[in-house]
């Protein structure tokens, strides 16, 4: 499976807008892009998701490069609520297409 | 109902019990999934089930046994575990096996073994 790298940890303020890197820079071009996040003491919980374009919904966007190498999720206006572990995962819709976790950036939402 | 809900929250076993975590979503997903999380780890996949038929096993050691009576129940059988398996353990579930549904997961039960 193609590997994600993204930072250990994140800061931000409340209110303000949140950029979540990820590097992906061996996908392939049948893999696409997820995103989950873990609210403490909770199951993860899907984000996003997204092949070339970017993408939008009521949680959040997710804008890919146009290589494909790396993506960024934005949260337009994070609250306090968002402060989680938040996991890129590239599945591939070939073969066994599994949801696979890698360690996540533990983000931090500052009052 | 768009929820997965597990049953117990927490349980706590000996070395020489058996015992048993259950798993229900009344989504009519027809995928559902067992993952392993320790304390600050990302979760880790166990056991798939597509159409209630086990499609992945991911080496898990045999003291593990899924099993999914019907379309709505997932269960994880547990049988003279170590301490070493002490973890949060996470049910999710998705319209199907295919890459385009996203996973609802439970809230996990909290397994100490003692």
């Known amino acids: 499976d193609a590997k994600t790298t993204q930072p250990n940890s994140m800061e931000s303020n409340e209110e303000e807008p949140v950029h979540l890197p990820c590097n992906h820079s061996?996908?392939?071009?049948?893999?696409?892009i997820h995103w989950y996040r873990q609210l403490p003491s909770q199951g993860p919980e899907y984000v996003i998701h997204?092949?070339?374009s970017n993408v939008n919904n009521r949680m959040a966007s997710l804008a890919i490069a146009e290589d494909r190498k790396s993506s960024t999720l934005i949260l337009h206006r994070a609250t306090l609520r968002d402060a989680a572990v938040y996991y890129c995962?590239?599945?591939?819709?070939?073969?066994?297409?599994?949801?696979?976790f890698g360690q996540g950036t533990r983000l931090t939402i500052n009052p | 109902d768009t929820e997965v809900t597990q049953t117990p929250k927490h349980l706590v076993m000996g070395m020489t019990n058996k015992k048993s975590l259950k798993c229900e979503q009344h989504?009519?997903?027809?995928?559902m999934y067992w993952y392993k999380q320790k304390a600050k780890k990302p979760p880790e996949l166990m056991f798939v089930?597509?159409?209630?038929?086990?499609?992945i096993n991911e080496s898990v050691p045999s003291r593990f046994s899924p099993e999914c009576p019907n379309s709505s129940l997932l269960n994880l059988h547990l049988h003279a575990l170590q301490p070493e398996d002490s973890a949060l353990y996470l049910c999710?579930?998705?319209?199907?096996?295919?890459?385009?549904?996203?996973?609802?997961f439970g809230s996990g039960t909290r397994l100490t073994v003692v």
């Open positions: 999710a579930s998705s319209r199907t096996q295919g890459i385009g549904y996203g996973y609802t």
């Open positions: 061996t996908i392939s071009g049948t893999d696409y």
């Open positions: 997204g092949l070339t």
């Open positions: 995962i590239l599945r591939d819709r070939q073969g066994a297409q599994k949801l696979v």
């Open positions: 989504m009519g997903h027809r995928a």
């Open positions: 089930y597509s159409y209630e038929k086990l499609s």
